[in-house]
């Protein structure tokens, strides 16, 4: 959607820049910008935010134009509002800040720092106008970036420019891309990553939407493709050329690094970042350090071009935004933890000061000289009898809040005055909305419509010209954004991370240790070949013997999982009983669950339900209104719901994603659908915040819609709560939001349509009773922010339908996360920070006893912070209304306990501070982690201890398993890890979570899995497990794939392949991302399709280590037996174990001959070929 947008409103509204002309003091402003205005040096003027970006666009027709604003929220939607006015979208620029202060041991994010080197390097070269760079006409940077000097000469380094059939030796690249502060890896998900294998050559350029794969033939570039890195398949033509913009404004050249070296042990705390810095490895926080490594830093004022215009836009506001950022700065550099963290500060060798902020004066100073000239953007007023002074008319709009009538009157009083209306929104939907509603004031046919990012308008009398935004009217705007990269999906417990000494279960032989990757020679003298094998150790099967080792074939690898469960299980003995018996009981168990979920699924079939009409212009309206970029889970999501819905068996999905990653949108979505049909809704919340919250949402997206929505919880009174109940019975209540009060069997509904539930695992027991009988005949959506893993979701589909959301919206970064010690500095620090940019702070005291004396001491620290306290046991009236405080923006700091864990959404609150981290779940932290990032600012989360008290093996367990898994929808990873800490209890029930710890949890959701398919189908047969060994050269070779990680992923997907299909999608897929497979590799798909072969005619194993071929579990009638023994002479049958031997032809001995790994593949195929005979001619 977005995407396309996008392009099609840059410069929407240039043409209008001819009727500002006619007002008399803008075209003076431009016809005397060239004289300076009678010479004065700097020209204040009174203008509104909204015609600012028109001002700069027409000043930027004559030379480069630079706008600095207040902050980098400002920033954005100044380039959005330029986008619109301005007609080359190429030549604007934003000269991002950094997120992280010049003395912190964090680094910026990638895409910043490859955005501003890419900024800096045009600067620099203007006349370069090589695809990606060229000529700045607008530059928009925040007052951070002004003040925040810089490495000298970051303009001159020049990108690595890949470009199709020109020469660049893949080593030459590789050292490029490590001086530019790439990082290697295996596989290439997140910007600023890079990966060889052979002549193949993957980079994620930070500045690109998309990672590329860079195919090389000898020392050319033979092709460049984008690629996905949820699937790292490649897509598209391919391109002709991609510039790779360094990641760090530090180049590691040698004299970075000698100098780094000759500091280690010089600077306290620092020794291991010098070290990495020497070797020439990027380390997190090195920017920290560049005072240490650089002969100086300078001013960003000295790249911006002599000849340059500056707009200074609310002077006002940008020197108290420099001045506080100044503040804060230099209390991170004295804060005793950052000098413990960093080692800046006491007893280093050199000053640290001169990375500070630069002082406001002296920058705008240095900006005012040469031939610049420096406006003064105010919305103060002016006297323009001075020269140096002017009053532009235009002035800004009234707000009308989305008060359709006082909109409808504004609009109209400015058409009767004969003045050209121009109506602007980013989102199709919000555009046909807003012109519905002047539509009824008759004036249609004298506005104009136009789709256009423009964040504030403006009415100018003289000019005859009023532009009202979208903001103007609503009072709010969209941010649409183009599609991102999608993360990888997480597809099975990944086999991929295990590592030598971890545990896993074998399916038939049971739990072992993992011993590694070995290759092994197989086969006679005639005819040998080699494999790689997983080597599994067993405990001993005599006591004092040494321990058993087991050889899986790495092609085999179905037959393996990693055991998760809590404690460190006993191995099993190869061959012993003890095994079996353990899987026979759960086997037992798990056939009960199956037919427990198959009753209710059933039940579900048999009854009729509503069938929902499809989708209405209305619905398409709502959808289009929505302000973001949908992710790719999302409408895939959405899909589902709906096709679900318009079917007449009721509803059961299940909709689970990651913390914000927009499960309320499907949710909100789902709802209006039904409402369409004149039924009723009920969304069901766990907690009285979130009922709150959620009732807002909807609101704020039916509006402008005949929707109905109410709330019902302990926060209304009973009267409200008697309307909403009679609202219900009547159908006059539309949408209904509340906790599990709306169970209680008195309220009635005159037509229930739909039931979504929000965290259905946090009901009691009573609840998901009610629920259950409820489920039968409603449609029914419920929305978890539990991760569940892939093969839990094989388990229950078909049973209860499942969509995951596991790509992070647009916007959302992941969360900077520091654990460490508690220091009052650190939290005066954090908190200062967040209140610095506008923002708000959660602080978790999970203690009622002592959180007021808590919220006391954060209001010590930080005398000017707004602190406010909220915990469970608070009034009901109490705790909405400082809730309520916060929403509003009213308390900056929240000192609270987990009652915000679950769905409270406050976007401006970007700090998370947790006060005894190692007293939390893992779960726990996760979830409180996710309150924090929902909007666009960077988010940082504090879990800090105390150092004088014990600490649990599993509390630090936790905490190193939180800073390490900061990913965004790093939940899986979050809850995998839970169970490995706390055993599966929690997720599956006690009584369940004894088989788990027994078989493993892979292995017994695998089990349940199967159960539930054969209740469901009866006739179907188990799939078998085929073990094939025959002396061919079947392996992937290392110098093919030399990661073992990257290695054992493609053995696992070539075992679990289960038909030709399949086969063939991994073969393209491994070419693609590792060029032309070996003969080794080809074999291997040939094994693989012989074990298909085999599995269809219930063979479970092909062995050929011997003179004889030995085939068993094989019920061969007399017939096929006769015709086998007449085609492959000396073959025995035996029934008895149902195993047939067939003379090997290849093994060396009478009447043998040596053949090669093809021939013996042709010669098993053609075998099995015959042995097939008999369920087609032989029947």
């Keep these: 959607m977005a995407g396309e947008q996008v392009q099609s409103l840059d410069g929407a509204l240039h043409p209008f820049l001819q009727d500002l002309l006619k007002d008399s003091s803008f075209a003076r402003l431009?016809?005397?910008?060239?004289?300076?205005?009678?010479g004065a040096e700097t020209l204040t003027v009174q203008a509104a935010s909204g015609i600012r970006p028109a001002l700069a666009s027409a000043c930027a027709q004559e030379g480069t134009t630079i706008l600095i604003v207040p902050s980098e929220r400002d920033a954005e939607e100044m380039v959005s509002s330029l986008r619109s006015w301005y007609p080359a979208a190429e030549d604007i620029a934003l000269l991002r800040a950094w997120e992280t202060l010049p003395?912190?041991?964090?680094?910026?994010?990638?895409?910043?720092?490859?955005?501003?080197?890419?900024?800096?390097?045009?600067?620099?070269?203007?006349?370069?106008?090589?695809?990606?760079?060229?000529?700045?006409?607008?530059?928009?940077?925040?007052?951070?970036?002004?003040?925040?000097?810089?490495?000298?000469?970051?303009?001159?380094?020049?990108?690595?420019?890949?470009?199709?059939?020109?020469?660049?030796?893949?080593?030459?690249?590789?050292?490029?891309?490590?001086?530019?502060?790439?990082?290697?890896?295996?596989?290439?998900?997140?910007?600023?990553?890079?990966?060889?294998?052979?002549?193949?050559?993957?980079?994620?350029?930070?500045?690109?939407?998309?990672?590329?794969r860079i195919e090389y033939f000898g020392d050319t570039v033979d092709s460049i493709k984008s690629f996905h890195a949820s699937d790292q398949r490649t897509y598209g033509d391919g391109l002709k050329q991609i510039w790779a913009t360094p990641c760090r404004e530090m180049e590691l050249n040698d004299q970075i690094r000698t100098r780094a070296a000759a500091l280690v042990g010089k600077i306290p705390n620092a020794d291991d970042m010098l070290e990495s810095i020497a070797q020439g490895i990027p380390v997190e926080g090195m920017e920290s350090l560049l005072p240490a490594l650089v002969d100086e830093l300078v001013p960003?004022?000295?790249?911006?071009?002599?000849?340059?215009?500056?707009?200074?836009?609310?002077?006002?506001?940008?020197?108290?935004?420099?001045?506080?950022?100044?503040?804060?700065?230099?209390?991170?550099?004295?804060?005793?933890?950052?000098?413990?963290?960093?080692?800046?500060?006491?007893?280093?060798?050199?000053?640290?000061?001169?990375?500070?902020?630069?002082?406001?004066?002296?920058?705008?100073?240095?900006?005012?000289?040469?031939?610049?000239?420096?406006?003064?953007?105010t919305d103060f007023s002016v006297d323009p009898d001075r020269d140096d002074q002017v009053r532009l008319s235009a002035q800004a709009p009234e707000e009308f809040r989305g008060n359709e009538d006082r909109a409808k009157s504004g609009i109209e009083g400015l058409v009767t005055t004969g003045i050209q209306v121009v109506i602007t929104a980013a989102a199709k939907g919000t555009l046909s909305r807003l012109k519905r509603v002047v539509e009824a004031s008759g004036f249609l046919a004298s506005i104009k419509f136009i789709q256009s990012l423009a964040v504030d308008g403006f009415i100018d009398?003289?000019?005859?010209?009023?532009?009202?935004?979208?903001?103007?009217?609503?009072?709010?705007?969209?941010?649409?954004?183009?599609?991102?990269?999608?993360?990888?999906?997480h597809k099975a417990i990944d086999l991929t991370e295990l590592k030598v000494g971890d545990y896993v279960v074998h399916e038939q032989h049971g739990i072992g240790r993992f011993l590694g990757m070995r290759q092994r020679t197989v086969g006679s003298k005639a005819s040998k070949g080699s494999r790689e094998y997983l080597v599994i150790e067993y405990?001993?099967?005599?006591?004092?013997?040494?321990?058993?080792?087991?050889?899986?074939?790495?092609?085999?690898?179905?037959?393996?999982?990693?055991?998760?469960?809590?404690?460190?299980?006993?191995?099993?003995?190869?061959?012993?009983?003890?095994?079996?018996?353990?899987?026979?009981?759960?086997?037992?168990?798990?056939?009960?669950?199956?037919?427990?979920?198959?009753?209710?699924?059933?039940?579900?079939?048999?009854?009729?339900?509503?069938?929902?009409?499809?989708?209405?212009?209305?619905?398409?309206e709502l959808e289009d209104a929505f302000p973001y970029q949908e992710t790719p889970d999302q409408l895939t999501a959405i899909d589902e719901v709906k096709r679900d819905m318009e079917r007449p068996v009721p509803m059961d999905r299940l909709i689970c994603g990651d913390v914000g990653f927009g499960k309320t949108e499907v949710a909100i979505r789902a709802a209006f659908k039904a409402v369409q049909d004149a039924k009723q809704v009920v969304v069901l919340v766990p907690t009285t915040l979130l009922v709150q919250q959620h009732y807002q949402t909807f609101v704020e997206r039916f509006e402008g819609f005949p929707v109905r929505v109410a709330q019902m919880s302990r926060f209304q009174s009973s009267k409200e709560n008697q309307e909403t109940i009679e609202g219900l019975s009547e159908g006059t209540v539309d949408v209904v939001i509340g906790t599990h009060k709306l169970l209680n069997p008195k309220i009635k509904f005159k037509d229930l349509g739909l039931m979504i539930i929000d965290e259905e695992q946090r009901f009691g027991v009573e609840d998901k009773e009610t629920l259950k009988a409820i489920r039968t005949n409603v449609d029914v959506l419920s929305l978890s922010a539990t991760p569940i893993p892939r093969t839990l979701e094989m388990a229950v589909t078909g049973i209860r339908e499942m969509s995951t959301l596991a790509t992070p919206p647009e916007d959302r970064l992941p969360v900077l996360t520091y654990v460490g010690v508690y220091e009052d500095a650190q939290v005066t620090a954090a908190i200062r920070r967040e209140l610095l940019r506008g923002?708000?702070?959660?602080?978790?005291?999970?203690?009622?006893?002592?959180?007021?004396?808590?919220?006391?001491?954060?209001?010590?620290?930080?005398?000017?912070?707004?602190?406010?306290?909220?915990?469970?046991?608070?009034?009901?009236?109490?705790?909405?209304?400082?809730?309520?405080?916060?929403?509003?923006?009213?308390?900056?700091?929240?000192?609270?306990?987990?009652?915000?864990?679950?769905?409270?959404?406050?976007?401006?609150?970007?700090?998370?501070?947790?006060?005894?981290?190692?007293?939390?779940?893992?779960?726990?932290?996760?979830?409180?982690?996710?309150?924090?990032?929902?909007?666009?600012?960077?988010?940082?989360?504090?879990?800090?201890?105390?150092?004088?008290?014990?600490?649990?093996?599993?509390?630090?367990?936790?905490?190193?398993?939180?800073?390490?898994?900061?990913?965004?929808?790093?939940?899986?990873?979050?809850?995998?890890?839970?169970?490995?800490?706390?055993?599966?209890?929690?997720?599956?029930?006690?009584?369940?979570?004894?088989?788990?710890?027994?078989?493993?949890?892979?292995?017994?959701?695998?089990?349940?899995?199967?159960?539930?398919?054969?209740?469901?189908?009866?006739?179907?047969?188990?799939?078998?497990?085929?073990?094939?060994?025959?002396?061919?050269?079947?392996?992937?070779?290392?110098?093919?794939?030399?990661?073992?990680?990257?290695?054992?992923?493609?053995?696992?997907?070539?075992?679990?392949?289960?038909?030709?299909?399949?086969?063939?999608?991994?073969?393209?897929?491994?070419?693609?991302?590792?060029?032309?497979?070996?003969?080794?590799?080809?074999?291997?798909?040939?094994?693989?399709?012989?074990?298909?072969?085999?599995?269809?005619?219930?063979?479970?194993?092909?062995?050929?280590?011997?003179?004889?071929?030995?085939?068993?579990?094989?019920?061969?009638?007399?017939?096929?037996?006769?015709?086998?023994?007449?085609?492959?002479?000396?073959?025995?049958?035996?029934?008895?174990?149902?195993?047939?031997?067939?003379?090997?032809?290849?093994?060396?001995?009478?009447?043998?001959?040596?053949?090669?790994?093809?021939?013996?593949?042709?010669?098993?195929?053609?075998?099995?070929?015959?042995?097939?005979?008999?369920?087609?001619?032989?029947?």
């Excluded at 016809?31 to 009678?38: A, H, N, R």
């Excluded at 099967?541 to 393996?560: E, I, T």
Aim: with cysteine.
């Design 839 to 1179: 923002g708000q702070v959660f602080y978790i005291h999970n203690r009622v006893a002592d959180i007021s004396k808590i919220a006391a001491q954060v209001h010590e620290l930080v005398p000017e912070a707004r602190v406010g306290v909220a915990h469970g046991k608070m009034g009901e009236k109490q705790l909405d209304a400082i809730i309520q405080s916060f929403w509003h923006r009213d308390v900056d700091v929240l000192v609270c306990t987990t009652i915000v864990e679950t769905g409270l959404d406050i976007p401006n609150a970007n700090t998370l501070i947790v006060d005894r981290a190692d007293y939390f779940g893992l779960s726990q932290l996760h979830q409180l982690r996710g309150r924090v990032g929902r909007g666009r600012e960077r988010a940082y989360a504090y879990f800090l201890y105390d150092p004088s008290k014990p600490m649990t093996q599993t509390a630090h367990d936790r905490l190193a398993t939180i800073a390490q898994h900061t990913a965004l929808g790093s939940g899986y990873d979050v809850a995998m890890k839970d169970l490995e800490l706390r055993g599966t209890g929690n997720l599956l029930g006690s009584q369940q979570s004894g088989h788990v710890e027994g078989v493993g949890f892979d292995l017994y959701v695998r089990m349940v899995s199967q159960a539930v398919e054969e209740y469901k189908e009866p006739e179907r047969k188990e799939s078998i497990a085929v073990s094939i060994d025959l002396p061919v050269e079947a392996s992937i070779p290392v110098a093919y794939i030399d990661s073992d990680k990257l290695r054992l992923e493609a053995y696992r997907k070539l075992a679990s392949a289960q038909d030709e299909q399949d086969l063939q999608d991994l073969y393209d897929e491994l070419s693609d991302r590792y060029g032309t497979p070996p003969p080794e590799f080809e074999t291997l798909f040939g094994v693989a399709r012989l074990r298909s072969k085999a599995r269809k005619l219930g063979i479970s194993e092909i062995n050929g280590q011997s003179s004889q071929v030995r085939i068993s579990k094989l019920d061969m009638l007399d017939s096929l037996q006769m015709r086998i023994s007449r085609i492959y002479k000396g073959s025995r049958y035996r029934p008895v174990t149902q195993t047939l031997q067939v003379p090997a032809p290849f093994s060396g001995g009478l009447g043998s001959h040596p053949m090669n790994s093809t021939q013996i593949l042709a010669w098993a195929d053609q075998l099995l070929d015959d042995l097939a005979w008999n369920s087609t001619q032989g029947k």
């Design 30 to 38: 431009l016809d005397d910008q060239q004289s300076q205005l009678s």
């Design 103 to 212: 003395h912190e041991r964090l680094s910026p994010r990638a895409d910043t720092v490859a955005s501003r080197m890419a900024v800096f390097h045009r600067l620099a070269h203007p006349n370069e106008g090589d695809g990606f760079f060229g000529p700045i006409r607008l530059l928009v940077m925040p007052v951070r970036s002004l003040i925040q000097p810089v490495v000298p000469g970051l303009g001159d380094i020049k990108p690595l420019i890949f470009r199709q059939d020109s020469d660049l030796p893949l080593s030459a690249a590789v050292e490029q891309l490590q001086r530019a502060s790439y990082t290697r890896v295996d596989l290439v998900m997140e910007r600023g990553e890079y990966a060889v294998r052979g002549g193949i050559l993957d980079v994620f350029v930070p500045t690109a939407a998309h990672p590329v």
């Design 539 to 620: 405990a001993p099967s005599k006591r004092n013997a040494p321990a058993d080792k087991l050889f899986v074939p790495a092609d085999q690898l179905d037959q393996v999982s990693k055991y998760i469960g809590s404690e460190a299980p006993k191995l099993n003995k190869l061959g012993g009983s003890d095994w079996a018996e353990t899987k026979a009981r759960a086997k037992k168990h798990v056939r009960e669950i199956a037919q427990d979920l198959v009753k209710l699924y059933s039940a579900r079939q048999r009854t009729r339900g509503f069938a929902f009409s499809p989708d209405t212009p209305w619905q398409k």
């Design 300 to 377: 960003v004022e000295s790249t911006i071009p002599e000849d340059a215009r500056v707009l200074l836009c609310d002077p006002e506001l940008l020197r108290r935004s420099a001045e506080d950022l100044a503040k804060t700065a230099n209390e991170f550099l004295a804060a005793s933890w950052h000098v413990a963290a960093s080692g800046h500060g006491a007893g280093a060798p050199i000053s640290f000061e001169q990375a500070s902020f630069i002082n406001y004066d002296e920058a705008i100073r240095a900006l005012s000289t040469g031939k610049r000239q420096v406006w003064k953007l």
């Design 461 to 489: 009398e003289e000019a005859d010209f009023a532009l009202l935004t979208e903001r103007d009217l609503t009072g709010h705007s969209s941010v649409v954004t183009g599609p991102k990269s999608a993360k990888r999906r």
